[in-house]
């Protein structure tokens, strides 16, 4: 089940492209799964472990994919670790419930993620109570933020 | 520094930005990989060697990236520029980073989901970049619909996933 925590969070990895710089393994980036990551949020293909073709960029290695695929890539393969959503756009709100399904997954946010009009289930952790869709995500939020 | 300023930005590979800033607190949000992270490191480098860096910046006025931690000595030299400031610098938030935003006379423009309740700024000076092939400009992200002033100019995010074999 996903987890969010809202506002500052010490123990949480803030900075995530940094993060992501000096510990990425190139394996993660031809995993299916990030792939398919990559695919759907930069709309790049990934051409080998170093390369990935993007549309506007061209040729780029992984340090210039979007603050948000490296932080759904440290989601997904360095699950030690509780990093900052915030810098993940709404498009990869999906992912990260995807991801949340089958384990526990503990995010920070200092915005209120766009989950969609679908319902889910969500821990808000500062308050301890469990959201089932954005109405109560929203409300549940509001001291925290 | 008052009234508007155009910014036109754009390397040689091809990435070219184009927009107009027009109070001094700009902030810029939306999906990922839009190009906002892009945008910064151009004035980034275009801040450490100019021309050299193969980056082009026109605007009739100094184009800094906030790109140090030790962003209280950066801000105390520069003045009547505009300020770029990515989510990447934590201080974002505090009420100290909004103190001199707010006794500044740089302009600033603050790459951040989050919103900032410690600064005043407007509901129509919040963007999203909207990119067409190589072209990027800022729209607004609440956009004035007749009888509801500030729809939100977006459609819910599409929630199927697609794997990739």
Redesign the interface.
């Known amino acids: 089940m996903l987890s969010v925590f809202f506002g ?1 969070m010490p123990e949480a990895i ?2 995530t ?2 993060y992501f710089k000096n510990s990425y393994r190139s394996s993660w980036i031809t995993d ?2 990030a ?2 990551i990559i ?6 293909d990934v051409v080998s472990e170093n390369v990935i073709e993007s549309p ?3 040729s780029i290695s992984p340090l210039q994919l ?4 490296k932080t759904l890539l440290l989601m997904r393969f360095d699950r030690k670790q509780i990093y900052n959503a ?10 990260i419930l ?1 991801m949340a399904k089958d384990r526990k997954l503990v995010v920070n946010l ?2 209120v993620m ?1 989950f ?3 319902d889910f289930k969500i821990k808000v952790v500062n308050s301890g109570r469990i959201v089932h869709n954005m109405a109560e995500l929203i409300h549940e939020s509001i001291p925290y ?1 | 520094m008052n009234g508007s300023h155009l910014v036109k930005i754009s390397r040689r ?3 070219k930005y184009t927009f107009t800033i027009k109070r001094n607190i700009t902030i810029v949000r ?9 945008l910064f490191d151009m004035v980034a480098d275009y801040m450490r060697t100019g021309e050299q860096s193969g980056v082009s910046l026109q605007c009739d006025c100094p184009c800094v990236a906030l790109t140090d931690y030790d962003w209280r000595n950066q801000l105390s030299s520069v003045h009547d520029s505009i300020v770029f400031v990515d ?2 610098l ?1 201080v974002i ?1 505090s009420d100290e980073f909004a103190h001199h935003v707010l006794y500044s006379s740089n302009y600033f423009v603050l790459i ?4 900032f309740p410690n600064l005043p700024y407007s509901v129509d000076e919040i963007y999203k970049i909207k ?1 067409s ?2 072209y990027h400009s800022f729209v607004p992200v609440y956009q004035d619909r007749g009888n509801h002033r500030y729809a939100i100019s977006r459609s ?10």
């Open positions: 500052d803030y900075n492209a940094t299916p799964y792939v398919s695919k759907d949020v930069d709309r790049s506007v960029l061209g979007s603050g948000g695929v915030s810098t993940c756009g709404d498009n990869c709100a999906k992912w995807d200092y915005h766009d969609g009009r679908e933020l | 590979r091809g990435t939306g999906d990922c990989g839009t190009g906002k992270t892009t989510e990447g934590k938030h951040s989901r989050a919103d990119t092939g190589k819910a995010p599409k929630q199927d996933i697609t794997y990739v074999k």
